[in-house]
């Protein structure tokens, strides 16, 4: 972390916002950080507008003017507007992927990371933990201690864990954004490689093909699969963003992956070997 580092965090009531603002400002306190934390939110129900302001330091604070974000958080597409005067060339934006496209950022976001958080949460944890990954990254980030952050969670949040597998799995969120492949410093889209090549998946009666070059990870073919075939992997497409895998077995070769894809990143061919 720089010297003084000014975050953002935006969404809606019922995400978790507020938060995840107070874990990452309480652990910074607790490692001897200088802290300012102004949330602004309307009432606190679902649907809102709900942002935090975070100045942390290792400097005094003597006027917590917040003019510009070296990271904005965004969980929400309604919570773009909220960012949007914070936003320059330097920020590192975070958004998640799952509710958020990159086509909703501003030009400034030249420096965009999206984890489809709400996506990776549904399928591997507890649909609530998404704020979890989003924290478990931004913790690591300012390199705030990995178990206190949890402890911190723990404390605010523990009366929500109503069973000891809902705890547990939470935890996990947590770590894995923690452990989340992917560095914000790669994440840069006039710089960003996406992954090269086809990816061929084949079984005996279908053979797929996935272009990371062309995919920006919509996700349209996710929601337009009839039968669950396909979810995000660890590939990058060409805007940082997660590309889909299929899994041939569940795959009726139905064709509405690649009728839908508007960058043709995606085919499924039955029967026939793809060149
Ligand atoms: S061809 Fe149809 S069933 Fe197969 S992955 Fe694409 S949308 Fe899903
Ligand atoms: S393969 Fe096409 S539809 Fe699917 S996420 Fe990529 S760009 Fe979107």
């Not at 086809?198 to 053979?207: D, L, M, Q, R």
Request: proline share 5%; charged share 25%.
């Amino acid at each position: 972390m720089i010297d003084t580092t000014k975050i953002i965090l935006a969404g809606e009531g019922g995400q978790g916002i507020q938060t995840i603002a107070k874990v990452i400002t309480e652990v910074a306190a607790e490692q001897g950080l200088d802290v300012s934390y102004i949330p602004v939110f309307g009432v606190e129900q679902r649907g809102t507008p709900s942002v935090a302001f975070i100045i942390l330091s290792h400097e005094k604070i003597y006027y917590p003017r917040f003019d510009s974000a070296d990271y904005a958080i965004i969980l929400q597409k309604r919570a773009v507007a909220s960012v949007l005067a914070y936003i320059n060339k330097k920020t590192k934006v975070v958004f998640d992927s799952s509710t958020v496209s990159v086509r909703d950022l501003p030009d400034e976001a030249i420096h965009s990371f999206g984890i489809p958080a709400t996506q990776i949460a549904t399928e591997k944890f507890t649909p609530k933990a998404f704020n979890l990954i989003v924290a478990g990254k931004l913790s690591r980030v300012l390199n705030l201690d990995e178990d206190q952050v949890w402890q911190k969670i723990e404390k605010l949040l523990g009366k929500k864990f109503k069973t000891p597998e809902i705890k547990e799995k939470s935890r996990q969120a947590y770590l894995s954004g923690r452990k989340y492949i992917f560095e914000l410093k790669d994440f840069s889209r006039p710089t960003f490689q996406p992954a090269t090549g086809k990816i061929i998946i084949k079984n005996a009666e279908k053979t797929a093909q996935i272009l990371p070059e062309r995919c920006k990870g919509c996700g349209i073919c996710i929601v337009k699969c009839p039968v669950g075939a396909l979810k995000f992997s660890d590939t990058l497409g060409v805007f940082a963003t997660p590309v889909p895998e299929i899994d041939l077995e569940k795959c009726i070769a139905c064709g509405n992956c690649f009728r839908f894809c508007p960058d043709g990143a995606i085919a499924v061919e039955k029967n026939k070997k793809l060149k």
